[in-house]
């Protein structure tokens, strides 16, 4: 479903992707785990169109995202790292601007919206405003929203970043049981191990933008003679701090927790 | 066409929610109108130059319009990052469209501000030659809405961070105001401030809403329009350039 071949993206001397190749098979639910900095979301914004790779080849579903940028689109759905529901709208709304985006007619549109919306237990609050929801409901509903469209790849860039244990419980459950019964293909980044080890089938281990392990959790385990996926992943990556110098997004980043209270 | 009106629709409704911001907004205008307008008064009489509301009230609608418009462009910049800009540029639609729908939407929510300080000014005291022409100056209004969310659009696109922001208020948005004839008239003025004044848009701007309120004109209306819609040509055809090569 996705193929990726020696993909490199530099950003001036700053090389972020060096190097990768690896493969999705359809239904596959992958995980890429990696220090800070590693090029995980580099990774993820090559992929959904939304940066151009430096060199090296990319397919998503047999087409290529940096020729057929539009029916790559249309094929996958994306939660980003940051937040990007629109909060003055209710949760219906920002389905149905999803929907128009889209192309989808409007009696799909509210057939589909309604599906998700009950199995994502929103279904009771979706005229309200989306600032007056839970961070977990947010991350549900970005996640409803990205399904909309019926993709046949979902990408989760950090999905549960912030959320209580119930809440990436659930939302996993959720994320799980549509992959086995719509057979839609995962591809997830955490930094969560525990998460990665339950719900992926295969593990990627991306450090300093090059993949440095590939498998399932317990061929990783096997591979570094370790016990747990944790350990597998220090042995991989070592136990050194990365401290990522602050860029603009971080910077903002920050301006924005400080607004959002 | 329908995902322009989709994003256009959104732009309104969230104005129309934000009942706070609605009021924040209209209180430097207010305050402009209140202070200047009153207290300047007196002088601009004595000087021979009739009523300074009646001469002011056209250049605070066009400041209004003005700092709405250039906001709801400049908010791209934070948009893509934090907000709902990304779900865009993910969909399968020509960007074109989605700045297209911003943009307008901007547009139309600066107009909307702008007609508030209309009444404002009436109430204040403010006599339009008749209530027939408000039509005009609505459509001056909305060229200048037009011409400076496509600026804003252009300035959002470029910036990288919130630091130019400040930058950007001090040295382009506020010169704009006080560089545009909103305030004082155009004639007479030194040679330098003179040629100033004739190369900010916002000029011909408030010359259009003026001439249309009060049948005082500096440029005349046909060529306050041409202006007008010559710049909102290339500022739209830059912001759509901008736009489309936004990476994140």
Known sequence: MIRVDNLVKRFGELTAVDNISFEIKRGEIFALLGPNGAGKTTTIKMLTTLLQPTSGSLELDGLDPTVNRDEVRKRFGVVFQDPSLDQDLTAWENLEIHGVLYGMPRKERHERATTLLKLFELWDRRDALVKTFSGGMRRRLEIARGLL????????????????????????THVKSLNQTDNVTVFLTTHYMDEADRVADRIGIVDHGRLVAIGSSSELKEQTNTESLEEAFLALTGTTIRDESADSADTMRQIARMWRK | MKVIYILWLREVKKYLRSRTQIVASLGSPIMYLGVLGFGLGPIFQKAGQGSYLQFMAPGVIGMTVLFSSMFSGIALLWDRQFGFLKETLVAPVPRLFIMMGRTLGGATVSIIQGLLIFVICFIAGFRPISFAVVPLAILFMALIAIVFAAFGTVI??????????QLIMGFL??????????????SNLPTVLALLTRIDPLTYGVDGVRTALTGVTHFGLTADALVLVAVAIVLLSAGAWRFSKIEI
């Open chain 1, 149 to 172: 469209h019926t993709p046949r790849v979902l990408f989760l860039d950090e999905p549960t970043l912030g959320l209580d244990p119930q809440s990436r419980n659930q939302m996993w």
């Open chain 2, 156 to 165: 959002g696109s470029s910036l990288k961070d919130m630091q130019g922001f």
């Open chain 2, 173 to 186: 948005v506020m010169p704009i105001f006080f560089l545009s004839g909103a305030l004082y008239p155009l």
